[in-house]
């Protein structure tokens, strides 16, 4: 069964204190993976698309890396304003059919 | 903003209930997704639609149906509501069908918020 994990389920960081976010994943057929940010109430942003091992996409203070079983997002010196929840999905094929398989998120809160 | 919009943003039925959430997809997007959010379950893909067929199905109740309209809006019903029906609901918009890897860059509305009680 195609699966997505998480971790830490949250994470609690003061601003500029580096650290990374993990996202392992068991898949038939990865056909690609993503991150998403989203605050509370409100919908997904969408992120990063990562492809291919190796591959890495940065934004901001953020940066997306990708392996063969799992990725990262790193984030540097962050500030209070990326307290949000991170979410990672690939995308796989589930009975014939394209969908995207969320994780259950990482909760990231930056204390000033 | 994602330019995706959903209505209502709040609703509040009883059990046993029958309502409609709306989503009007980013100007040129013809797919739209359906995911419902609970605390215990995370974010889960109920179906697709594309230019007015249904693309993908996931893990969608009976109770539950959805059409996609030829202006591209689309529609959820949810009928004999149940308490454990209360969740976000959201829906997303992308440009393609899903055949490539960027159908999957899914820009999401803001939900509605349901309550059974």
């Known amino acids: 069964e195609d699966q997505v994990t998480q971790s830490p389920e949250a994470l609690r960081l003061q601003e500029g204190e580096s650290s990374s976010l993990n996202c392992s994943y068991t898949?038939?057929?990865?056909?690609?993976l993503f991150w998403y940010r989203q605050d509370p109430g409100k919908g997904p942003e969408f992120l990063f698309t990562?492809?291919?091992a190796g591959e890495e996409k940065e934004k901001e203070r953020l940066k997306a890396t990708l392996t063969k079983k799992e990725s990262f997002l790193h984030i540097t010196a962050p500030k209070p304003e990326d307290s949000a929840t991170y979410l990672c999905a690939v995308h796989t094929i589930i009975q014939g059919a394209q969908k995207l398989v969320f994780g259950q998120g990482t909760r990231l809160t930056i204390n000033p | 903003d994602s330019g995706v919009t959903q209505t209502p943003k709040h609703l509040i039925t009883a059990t046993g209930q029958r309502v409609t959430l709306r989503c009007s997809p980013r100007s040129g997007d013809l797919s739209v997704y359906w995911y419902q959010q609970s605390l215990d379950q995370g974010l889960q893909f109920l179906i697709q639609?594309?230019?007015?067929?249904?693309?993908a199905k996931g893990n969608i109740l009976e109770r539950f149906s959805a059409q996609q309209f030829p202006d591209l809006h689309s529609e959820l019903n949810l009928s004999s509501l149940e308490l454990g029906d209360s969740a976000l609901y959201f829906c997303?918009?992308?440009?393609?069908?899903?055949?490539?890897?960027?159908?999957?860059?899914?820009?999401f509305g803001p939900g509605t918020r349901l309550t059974v009680t």
């Open positions: 639609y594309y230019n007015g067929e249904e693309r």
């Open positions: 898949v038939s057929g990865l056909r690609g």
């Open positions: 990562l492809y291919s």
């Open positions: 997303a918009s992308s440009h393609l069908a899903g055949g490539t890897q960027a159908a999957y860059e899914q820009y």
